[in-house]
């Protein structure tokens, strides 16, 4: 086979080439000579080999669709390379990780401002039914072992009262009741027992009632007299009156589980005054 009619030149042209696909990153043939013909490569190429034009490298689908062959060239342009997704990826993980912390974050406050609440709620409640109880507590006898008398230790109180018995749709009297708050720390339970004057005042007699689960700690403090113009006041865990009569004023310390799993408590603190009471005597030699 003979030489190639210009060979020395033909060598050149492919090395011309060569330069250009590297100057391109390798790109498609038909992205080469578009983005060629638009970065002026070949004006380079042209000037030391004037008979060469950009049309020798075209293929026919280029010649006859130019425009199509453009499109190819822009999103050979445009596409992404393997470490550009990973980096991508990676961003987006650590995204996705921190929002969905956050999202986390936000649930767990609102579960417990809700779980929160509603042990408020029944706290506050509970705890307005003692106040009304004690504002309305009567005195009836000063003998110790009388039904009728006020009895107040650290976790349980017992004293005569008023409450509405409702007969028809708004039609309501008072009567009189025998009414027991107290503490059963085995089950952690504030409980309630409440005896009319059917079953003889007798609070064994009558149906225990829950208030409040999940009890941790339940304290009753009754207002004493100090002597002292400082500080006249002095809360202590029982009441004793030799005449039996009611305190003055009773202070109430809860502990109350937040709910679910967790550990942590909700303390409440609710302080009495009865308007017949009276102050609790200090003791002799203080």
Same mark, same amino acid.
């Given at each position: 086979?003979?030489?190639? @009619? ?9 090395? *011309? ?52 062959? *453009?499109?190819? *060239? ?46 408020? &709620?029944?706290?506050? !409640? ?7 109880? @004690? &504002? ?18 650290? %976790? ?5 009262? /008023? ?35 059917? /079953? ?10 829950? /208030? ?25 865990? %029982? ?33 009495? !005054? ?8 200090? %003791?002799?030699? /203080?």
């Amino acid at each position: 086979m003979g030489k190639l @009619l210009y060979e020395e030149k033909a060598y050149k042209i492919r090395g *011309a080439c060569f330069e250009v696909w590297k100057y391109l990153v390798g790109a498609f043939k038909e992205s080469v000579v578009d983005n060629a013909l638009d970065k002026g490569v070949f004006s380079v190429v042209q000037r030391k080999y004037p008979r060469i034009s950009a049309s020798t490298f075209l293929s026919v689908n280029q010649r006859r669709y130019p425009r199509k062959s *453009a499109s190819m *060239a822009f999103s050979a342009s445009i596409a992404f390379t393997l470490i550009e997704l990973l980096i991508a990826i990676s961003i987006f993980a650590i995204v996705a990780v921190a929002l969905y912390s956050t999202f986390f974050a936000g649930i767990s406050v609102w579960k417990k401002s809700g779980e929160g609440g509603n042990i408020y &709620q029944d706290a506050k !409640f509970v705890f307005d039914d003692i106040k009304r109880d @004690l &504002q309305n507590a009567i005195y009836l006898s000063k003998d110790e072992e009388s039904i009728f008398t006020f009895s107040g230790e650290a %976790e349980e109180i017992s004293f005569i009262t /008023l409450q509405p018995v409702f007969l028809e749709e708004d039609i309501s009297r008072k009567e009189l009741v025998k009414v027991t708050y107290g503490f059963d720390a085995g089950k952690n339970q504030l409980i309630s027992l409440k005896a009319e004057k059917s /079953l003889g005042f007798d609070t064994e007699k009558a149906e225990k009632e829950i /208030l409040l689960d999940g009890v941790e700690k339940f304290t009753i403090f009754y207002c004493y007299d100090t002597g002292d113009e400082d500080d006249p006041y002095e809360w202590k865990e %029982e009441w004793e009156d030799r005449d039996m009569r009611i305190p003055r004023g009773v202070k109430i310390i809860s502990l109350i589980r937040s709910g679910g799993d967790t550990k942590d408590t909700l303390e409440f603190t609710k302080t009495i !005054f009865i308007p017949i009471g009276v102050l609790g005597e200090r %003791e002799v030699g /203080l």
